[in-house]
């Protein structure tokens, strides 16, 4: 019981990982129908401007977090300004490989200013456990981390069903075109898709280097991008709580399936994970919670 | 407008003021030139129809008026150019197009669909006017929380054709509303097109290959080959014109 407790408190937390950034990939796939390959990036230069901001300019925590998401934003609408919108939104390939390159040249930026010895990043919540039995540790930290989660969802839940840029963004992810023939500007409003998407990022990526196991370093995000992108496909790639679903079963099932199947050895928990999720979308080709493209003539 | 062959005053609904003016309109999709001058006028509560055969031009013709495809020459809505604008300024501008193929956000519900016509309006009336639709189209109303995309394509058609006009457009541009749906079907369309246009008095350019029922609800039309304007008049003028019956009505 206890070690199932544990394996399932550890599943949990890093699930709730994967889910966060998971957020950040399908808002912008919402928007976009395309993976944003420099999302983890993003999310990494993030945590960066959340850690100076905090620790250099000593700015309290979670102010300098709503800054940092501020300030990516605004960078966000950049990029999108400057990268994307010169490129026709529905030909996927050259906007594929400019993400690609963003990613290189983020990650290689952040390199070069800040180095790649790991630092600190800052507690987000109390140290110590909520609750716990022998080695069975629910850690503040993933219930905070989890809250975070599903406070963010049910907010952009909020936003994107109640607000009339949340109508534009979904107008203009369901149906480019006509959208421009209603008069929503497709432009302005993939350009929040993005603020939007790289805010949540950056809040995502603070959240991660915010566990006390883990520590800030410009290559953190190059791992968690592929666990985060399996989640979200898990989940459906444009559904934002089957992103969280994705993250957290991605989580559980590697946890479990290293703590319980004797033959599969500890490196390979998150290769059985994928494998699980490649099942299930034999099964269903659209992920646990994706819409179906629905048409009839 | 130099148009020699349009009809004579006195047709019912020719007193209204231009709404759309289209002088000399060439359009191409890269390399081929589809348009080749094309002159057409739209006046203020008139129905007006584009016949043509497939491949002549009238979907070109829309996206032009729409922004959606390269244009040169001059196109005016209420006296200012609109060439060269991006087709969500053109709506802006109080044009709404239902495309061919109608266009719905397939995976909004119905109601969504509606909310998103009305995105350029800042009024407090688009609520009485959603619920005025349901009232117009009952199953629409049933279905409002349904995914647009699962309605039949009947349905699909009149949930276009609301949306298009809840932006209260000055101009309303419908592109086969026909298009693929059974005979009994377009009939109903029609039926519904023609009593909104008797109820709410809206502004219409109509491309259809179903010239009947077309001309039965239009003032004037315009016929297109090729790219190019080369017959135009009153509803009753093509009716019974010997070329436009023999290639056109069929009969």
Request: net charge neutral.
């Given at each position: 019981?206890?070690?199932?407790?544990?394996?399932?408190?550890?599943?949990?937390?890093?699930?709730?990982?994967?889910?966060?950034?998971?957020?950040?990939?399908?808002?912008?796939?919402?928007?976009?129908?395309?993976?944003?390959?420099?999302?983890?990036?993003?999310?990494?230069?993030?945590?960066?401007?959340?850690?100076?901001?905090?620790?250099?300019?000593?700015?309290?925590?979670?102010?300098?977090?709503?800054?940092?998401?501020?300030?990516?934003?605004?960078?966000?609408?950049?990029?999108?300004?400057?990268?994307?919108?010169p490129f026709d939104p529905a030909?996927?390939?050259?906007?594929?490989?400019?993400?690609?390159?963003?990613?290189?040249?983020?990650?290689?930026?952040?390199?070069?200013?800040?180095?790649?010895?790991?630092?600190?990043?800052?507690?987000?919540?109390?140290?110590?456990?909520?609750?716990?039995?022998?080695?069975?540790?629910?850690?503040?930290?993933?219930?905070?981390?989890?809250?975070?989660?599903?406070?963010?969802?049910?907010?952009?839940?909020?936003?994107?069903?109640?607000?009339?840029?949340?109508?534009?963004?979904?107008?203009?992810?369901?149906?480019?075109?006509?959208?421009?023939?209603?008069?929503?500007?497709?432009?302005?409003?993939?350009?929040?898709?993005?603020?939007?998407?790289?805010?949540?990022?950056?809040?995502?990526?603070?959240?991660?280097?915010?566990?006390?196991?883990?520590?800030?370093?410009?290559?953190?995000?190059?791992?968690?991008?592929?666990?985060?992108?399996?989640?979200?496909?898990?989940?459906?790639?444009d559904s934002l709580w089957g992103?969280?679903?994705?993250?957290?079963?991605?989580?559980?099932?590697?946890?479990?399936?290293?703590?319980?199947?004797?033959?599969?050895?500890?490196?390979?928990?998150?290769?059985?994970?994928?494998?699980?999720?490649?099942?299930?979308?034999?099964?269903?080709?659209?992920?646990?919670?994706?819409?179906?493209?629905?048409?009839?003539? | 407008?130099?148009?020699?062959?349009?009809?004579?005053?006195?047709?019912?609904?020719?007193?209204?003021?231009?709404?759309?003016?289209?002088?000399?309109?060439?359009?191409?999709?890269?390399?081929?030139?589809?348009?080749?001058?094309?002159?057409?006028?739209?006046?203020?509560?008139?129905?007006?129809?584009?016949?043509?055969?497939?491949?002549?031009?009238?979907?070109?013709?829309?996206?032009?008026?729409?922004?959606?495809?390269?244009?040169?020459?001059s196109i005016r809505l209420d006296?200012?150019?609109?060439?060269?604008?991006?087709?969500?300024?053109?709506?802006?501008?109080?044009?709404?197009?239902?495309?061919?193929?109608?266009?719905?956000?397939?995976?909004?519900?119905?109601?969504?669909?509606?909310?998103?016509?009305?995105?350029?309006?800042?009024?407090?009336?688009?609520?009485?006017?959603?619920?005025?639709?349901?009232?117009?189209?009952?199953?629409?109303?049933?279905?409002?929380?349904?995914?647009?995309?699962?309605?039949?394509?009947?349905?699909?058609?009149?949930?276009?054709?609301?949306?298009?006009?809840?932006?209260?457009?000055?101009?309303?541009?419908?592109?086969?509303?026909?298009?693929?749906?059974?005979?009994?079907?377009?009939?109903?369309?029609?039926?519904?097109?023609?009593?909104?246009?008797?109820?709410?008095?809206?502004?219409?350019?109509?491309?259809?290959?179903?010239?009947?029922?077309?001309?039965?609800?239009?003032?004037?039309?315009?016929?297109?080959?090729?790219?190019?304007?080369?017959?135009?008049?009153?509803?009753?003028?093509?009716?019974?014109?010997?070329?436009?019956?023999?290639?056109?009505?069929?009969?």
């Open positions: 019981m206890e070690l199932f407790l544990a394996r399932l408190f550890d599943g949990l937390s890093s699930g709730a990982t994967y889910a966060v950034i998971a957020v950040a990939l399908v808002l912008i796939y919402k928007a976009t129908t395309l993976i944003n390959f420099a999302q983890g990036e993003l999310a990494m230069l993030g945590s960066f401007f959340a850690y100076i901001l905090a620790i250099e300019q000593g700015i309290p925590l979670y102010l300098a977090i709503v800054l940092a998401m501020l300030l990516s934003a605004v960078l966000a609408a950049g990029i999108e300004r400057v990268l994307i919108r030909d996927h390939l050259p906007l594929v490989i400019i993400t690609l390159g963003l990613f290189l040249v983020i990650n290689a930026v952040a390199g070069m200013i800040w180095g790649f010895d790991p630092r600190s990043f800052p507690r987000m919540f109390p140290e110590g456990d909520v609750w716990s039995m022998g080695i069975a540790r629910l850690r503040w930290y993933t219930v905070g981390t989890m809250a975070t989660v599903l406070v963010l969802l049910v907010l952009l839940t909020l936003l994107l069903k109640k607000t009339k840029i949340g109508l534009a963004f979904r107008a203009v992810s369901s149906n480019l075109e006509s959208s421009g023939l209603v008069g929503v500007r497709a432009g302005p409003t993939l350009q929040f898709g993005w603020m939007l998407a790289t805010a949540v990022g950056t809040l995502a990526g603070a959240l991660f280097v915010a566990d006390p196991f883990r520590q800030l370093d410009p290559t953190w995000a190059q791992r968690v991008l592929i666990f985060a992108a399996a989640a979200a496909v898990l989940g459906g790639l992103a969280l679903a994705g993250g957290i079963i991605l989580g559980l099932v590697e946890s479990m399936v290293v703590g319980y199947v004797d033959w599969i050895p500890n490196q390979m928990g998150l290769a059985a994970a994928v494998v699980a999720i490649i099942i299930v979308l034999v099964i269903r080709p659209n992920g646990l919670f994706g819409s179906k493209a629905v048409e009839r003539v | 407008m130099t148009d020699a062959t349009t009809s004579p005053a006195g047709s019912p609904a020719s007193t209204g003021k231009p709404i759309l003016q289209v002088s000399d309109v060439h359009a191409a999709y890269g390399m081929v030139r589809v348009l080749h001058g094309i002159d057409l006028e739209v006046r203020d509560g008139e129905v007006v129809v584009v016949l043509g055969a497939n491949g002549a031009g009238k979907t070109t013709t829309m996206r032009a008026i729409c922004g959606l495809v390269d244009t040169t020459g006296g200012k150019e609109i060439v060269g604008k991006k087709s969500a300024d053109v709506a802006r501008l109080g044009v709404a197009h239902v495309p061919q193929g109608r266009g719905t956000f397939a995976d909004l519900s119905v109601e969504d669909n509606l909310q998103v016509g009305a995105f350029v309006r800042k009024d407090k009336e688009i609520r009485s006017d959603i619920d005025r639709w349901y009232e117009v189209f009952p199953v629409l109303g049933e279905r409002r929380q349904q995914q647009a995309g699962t309605l039949s394509g009947g349905e699909q058609q009149m949930l276009a054709v609301a949306r298009a006009l809840m932006g209260r457009p000055r101009l309303l541009l419908l592109d086969e509303p026909s298009l693929g749906l059974a005979p009994m079907i377009v009939q109903n369309v029609f039926r519904n097109l023609q009593s909104i246009r008797e109820e709410f008095g809206t502004t219409m350019l109509v491309v259809e290959q179903n010239a009947n029922l077309a001309l039965g609800i239009a003032d004037r039309g315009y016929v297109i080959e090729a790219g190019r304007i080369v017959l135009s008049g009153t509803a009753d003028e093509l009716s019974s014109d010997d070329a436009v019956r023999a290639a056109y009505l069929g009969y």
